[in-house]
């Protein structure tokens, strides 16, 4: 006669069943995590892309009011009154502390701040680095003959100051 008896069989069908749940639990708590970076990301990138619209059209109202000479006056300016809402997360002026998923405008450095709450796919290029910066500032600079300094040039931008890439 066998040793197995119907309670032995079904203690191991049920552990056989209770060890599949929690393979799928942990595959799906994954899935997540993956989703809800890539949500992260695409919010990110378009408040981003929302900043630079709201500085286009500000530089286009300028220039229709006649006051394009003062367009330059935005280099360094927070991108954030230029838009309906400010975004999710944004506390205002930076403070010594930012929590993940806050926007700031650190007004020393002239650059919105963004601290992300998920960044295992995130890739920081510069030592240290925990949060993303971007200034509004000119796309490129040319060296001014006269003053043998830089004189800016090129379109005003929303330029990204912090080397990363998010994968």
Same mark, same amino acid.
């Given at each position: ?10 203690? %191991? ?7 599949? @749940?929690?393979?799928?639990?942990? &595959?799906? !708590?994954? $899935? ?13 990138? $378009? ?7 709201? !500085?286009?059209?500000? @530089?286009?109202?300028?220039? @229709?009011? +006649?006051? +394009? ?5 935005? @280099? /360094? ?6 838009? $309906?809402?400010?975004?999710? /997360?944004?506390? /205002? &002026? ?5 929590? *993940? +998923?806050?926007?700031?405008?650190? +007004? ?7 601290? *992300?709450?998920?960044? #295992?796919?995130?890739? %920081?290029? $510069? ?11 000119? #796309? ?15 379109? &005003?931008?929303? &330029?990204?100051?912090?080397? %990363?890439?998010?994968?």
């Amino acid at each position: 006669m066998s040793d197995v008896t119907p309670r032995s069989r079904s203690l %191991f069908q049920v552990s056989v069943v209770v060890v599949i @749940i929690v393979l799928l639990v942990a &595959i799906l !708590l994954n $899935a997540l995590h993956y989703v809800q970076e890539k949500a992260e990301r695409t919010a990110m990138e $378009a408040t981003v892309l929302n900043m630079e619209k709201g !500085l286009k059209m500000e @530089i286009s109202a300028r220039d @229709i009011r +006649g006051q +394009g000479a003062s367009v330059r006056e935005l @280099i /360094g300016a927070n991108p954030v009154q230029w838009l $309906a809402n400010p975004p999710q /997360g944004y506390s /205002g &002026i930076c403070g010594p502390q930012r929590a *993940p +998923g806050e926007w700031c405008y650190d +007004g020393a450095t002239r650059e919105m701040v963004y601290r *992300p709450r998920l960044d #295992s796919s995130l890739e %920081f290029r $510069a030592a240290g680095a925990r949060e993303l910066r971007w200034r509004v500032g000119l #796309s490129k600079e040319l060296p001014d003959p006269q003053t043998g300094g830089s004189e800016p040039a090129g379109a &005003i931008r929303v &330029i990204s100051t912090t080397p %990363f890439v998010w994968h």
